[in-house]
């Protein structure tokens, strides 16, 4: 074999060393998280310094040239071991952090002044070397089932090849002495020093493979979330450009992904959105700020859709936001189920008809406009008289039939403004608005008196019910919504008490007077 000058194959190991404490602190400045690699290029400067010093030798002190530079060669590898430890998530190993430095530069010191052996000291540098890079493998290999396991086993093999060349360079010197010095060119060092370059360069390059193999992992998984995922997923550049789609997205809206990148996302909105909610929305997430709410949103085929969506700001080390992360959840049949939950508060499940809560809100309505426009209101109260014989003969579906049917005739009997309700049994309440006089209430009364009294086929039968009203105004029985209801109610009993198929008007004093019908 090719015998290399020494000081030559030094002044490699300088560069190579350098270059790759480079490498790692470069890579090291990238990392967002305490992750090892920090300690690995700590480990790899203090490699490059001690390559530094003993390329010196002869020009500097021995003891900065032997001395200190082989317990920087110790301090370097135990870095790269702690870095290791920290990367795989192991706790620290105490010896080697505590005990090994110590040792190892006593014994430098000890066999260059006091007992001077060369053979001793390359036996206890090779040694050193030995112990961390077993401990290394040792770490390294013990993580089976680690995303990373394959970049892992690369730097496992270097780092053995580096122990085991050191290993056997100590059992030579311990079993072979030899006399020549330290710079002394022949077979043996040439070796060493071509392994220490090769080694140092291939530690640099695996542990970056090994960082990357790290983040290639994390990468795939959260792309196959993303791509995997039930909501819909939008990417933008900060423009709002759209540059990623999840098929989630695509499969919900019939669009293409080609169809969608680049454009803007309110290309898939209804159009209902306000402009200043947009406005918003935007300054929202311009500004650093996660926006929460909801989006009309239009499919290909024209078909309308609701949608809760979360859009964030990805934001870049130095603090600028680069894209816009919108995750969207469709919330059309829940938006559905709270109209139809609303629907049935508010509206009788039988006629369909506004429950006494809904007539209630609309009377509150009704009275506010009416004091504004100095307006009247009227509430009817109309009670079925002979409604219980028709459960009683035909049974409760009949009844039912009857009530829905009657709550036709009545909505036919006013106006579109006006206000129908159920509310309970067989009593009904209407509100009547802006109107002018008491001709219009009574002729709406007697249409209801009419419309109610005309024969009802039921099954094989015909029955005939009749109608009871009690009519309270505003202003001039009673001002609050409360009080008319109740002076209606008392001017439909007194009707009953009179004969019934009639209405009353009431007075504020609580006294109904009757008003006969033509």
Same mark, same amino acid.
Request: net charge neutral; hydrophobic share 45%; with cysteine.
């Given at each position: =074999?090719?015998?290399?000058?020494?000081?030559?194959?030094?002044?490699?190991?300088?560069?190579?060393?350098? !270059?790759?404490?480079?490498?790692?602190?470069?890579?090291?400045? /990238?990392?967002?998280?305490?992750?090892?690699?920090?300690?690995?290029?700590?480990? =790899?400067?203090?490699?490059?310094?001690? %390559?530094?010093?003993?390329? !010196?030798? *002869?020009?500097?002190?021995?003891?900065? %040239?032997?001395?200190?530079?082989?317990?920087?060669?110790?301090?370097?590898?135990?870095?790269?071991?702690?870095?290791?430890?920290? @990367?795989?998530? $192991?706790?620290?190993?105490?010896?080697?952090? @505590?005990?090994?430095?110590?040792?190892?530069?006593?014994?430098?010191?000890?066999?260059?002044?006091?007992?001077?052996?060369?053979?001793?000291?390359?036996?206890?540098?090779?040694?050193?070397?030995? =112990?961390?890079?077993?401990?290394?493998?040792?770490?390294?290999?013990?993580?089976?089932?680690?995303? #990373?396991?394959?970049?892992? @086993?690369?730097?496992?093999?270097?780092?053995?090849?580096?122990?085991?060349?050191?290993?056997?360079?100590?059992?030579?010197?311990?079993?072979?002495?030899?006399?020549?010095?330290?710079?002394?060119?022949? =077979?043996?060092?040439?070796?060493?020093?071509? *392994?220490?370059?090769?080694?140092?360069?291939?530690?640099?390059? /695996?542990?970056? +493979?090994?960082?990357?193999?790290?983040?290639?992992?994390?990468?795939?998984?959260?792309?196959?979330?993303?791509?995997?995922?039930?909501?819909?997923?939008?990417?933008?550049?900060? %423009?709002?450009?759209?540059?990623?789609?999840?098929?989630?997205?695509?499969?919900?809206?019939?669009?293409?992904?080609?169809?969608?990148?680049?454009?803007?996302?309110?290309?898939?909105?209804?159009?209902?959105?306000?402009?200043?909610?947009?406005?918003?929305?935007?300054?929202?997430?311009?500004?650093?700020?996660?926006?929460?709410?909801?989006?009309?949103?239009?499919?290909?085929?024209?078909?309308?859709? #609701?949608?809760?969506?979360?859009?964030?700001?990805?934001?870049? $080390?130095?603090?600028?936001?680069?894209?816009?992360?919108?995750?969207?959840?469709?919330? /059309?049949?829940?938006?559905?189920?709270?109209?139809?939950?609303?629907?049935?508060?508010?509206?009788?499940?039988?006629?369909?008809?506004?429950?006494?809560?809904?007539?209630?809100?609309?009377?509150?309505?009704? +009275?506010?406009?009416? $004091?504004?426009?100095?307006?009247?209101?009227?509430?009817?109260?109309?009670?079925?008289?002979?409604?219980?014989?028709?459960?009683?003969?035909?049974?409760?579906?009949?009844?039912?039939? &009857?009530?829905?049917?009657?709550?036709?005739?009545?909505?036919?009997?006013?106006?579109?403004?006006?206000?129908?309700?159920?509310?309970?049994?067989?009593?009904?309440?209407?509100?009547?608005?802006? +109107?002018?006089?008491?001709?219009?209430?009574?002729?709406?009364?007697?249409?209801?008196?009419?419309?109610?009294?005309?024969?009802?086929? &039921?099954?094989?039968?015909?029955?005939?019910?009749?109608?009871?009203? *009690?009519?309270?105004?505003?202003?001039?029985?009673?001002?609050?919504?409360?009080?008319?209801?109740?002076?209606?109610?008392?001017?439909?009993?007194?009707?009953?008490? $009179?004969?019934?198929?009639?209405?009353?008007?009431?007075?504020?004093?609580?006294?109904?007077?009757?008003?006969?019908?033509?």
């Amino acid at each position: =074999m090719l015998v290399l000058d020494n000081r030559t194959l030094l002044v490699v190991t300088v560069l190579i060393s350098i !270059g790759s404490a480079v490498a790692l602190i470069s890579l090291w400045r /990238t990392q967002l998280r305490r992750n090892g690699v920090g300690f690995w290029a700590a480990g =790899m400067s203090c490699v490059a310094v001690a %390559s530094i010093l003993i390329s !010196g030798r *002869g020009s500097i002190p021995d003891f900065l %040239s032997l001395v200190v530079a082989n317990s920087f060669y110790v301090i370097g590898f135990q870095l790269i071991l702690r870095g290791i430890r920290v @990367f795989t998530g $192991r706790p620290p190993l105490l010896l080697f952090d @505590f005990g090994l430095l110590p040792l190892t530069a006593s014994l430098f010191y000890y066999f260059n002044y006091i007992d001077p052996n060369l053979n001793i000291r390359i036996m206890v540098l090779s040694t050193a070397f030995a =112990m961390i890079c077993g401990a290394i493998v040792f770490t390294l290999l013990r993580e089976k089932n680690a995303p #990373w396991r394959s970049a892992g @086993f690369a730097v496992a093999t270097i780092f053995a090849l580096f122990g085991i060349i050191h290993g056997t360079r100590g059992i030579i010197a311990l079993l072979y002495p030899s006399e020549h010095p330290f710079m002394y060119s022949n =077979m043996t060092s040439s070796v060493v020093f071509l *392994g220490g370059i090769f080694i140092i360069g291939g530690i640099a390059i /695996t542990l970056i +493979l090994l960082t990357y193999a790290v983040l290639e992992s994390e990468l795939r998984i959260l792309s196959q979330a993303v791509k995997q995922s039930a909501s819909s997923i939008i990417i933008t550049d900060s %423009s709002g450009a759209i540059n990623y789609v999840n098929p989630a997205l695509t499969e919900k809206t019939g669009y293409l992904p080609e169809e969608l990148i680049g454009k803007n996302p309110r290309f898939l909105h209804a159009g209902d959105m306000p402009a200043e909610d947009y406005d918003f929305l935007w300054s929202s997430i311009a500004a650093g700020n996660t926006w929460r709410g909801e989006f009309h949103n239009r499919k290909k085929n024209g078909e309308l859709f #609701w949608e809760i969506a979360s859009i964030a700001p990805v934001k870049q $080390r130095d603090g600028k936001i680069s894209h816009f992360v919108a995750v969207k959840e469709d919330i /059309t049949a829940l938006k559905e189920a709270k109209e139809r939950i609303h629907h049935l508060a508010y509206h009788d499940m039988l006629t369909g008809l506004p429950t006494r809560k809904l007539f209630m809100e609309h009377l509150v309505k009704a +009275l506010a406009v009416a $004091r504004r426009n100095t307006t009247r209101v009227a509430v009817l109260f109309v009670d079925l008289d002979g409604f219980k014989k028709v459960n009683d003969t035909l049974g409760h579906d009949a009844g039912d039939l &009857l009530l829905k049917k009657t709550g036709e005739r009545l909505c036919g009997c006013v106006r579109d403004v006006d206000t129908v309700a159920r509310i309970g049994g067989d009593e009904f309440l209407i509100l009547l608005t802006s +109107l002018a006089d008491n001709d219009s209430i009574t002729e709406v009364a007697e249409r209801v008196i009419q419309a109610v009294a005309l024969p009802y086929k &039921l099954e094989t039968l015909e029955m005939n019910i009749t109608a009871s009203i *009690g009519i309270a105004l505003y202003p001039d029985d009673a001002e609050s919504s409360q009080k008319l209801v109740k002076l209606a109610d008392l001017a439909m009993y007194e009707i009953k008490r $009179r004969g019934k198929n009639n209405y009353a008007f009431a007075d504020a004093n609580y006294s109904p007077y009757l008003t006969e019908t033509t």
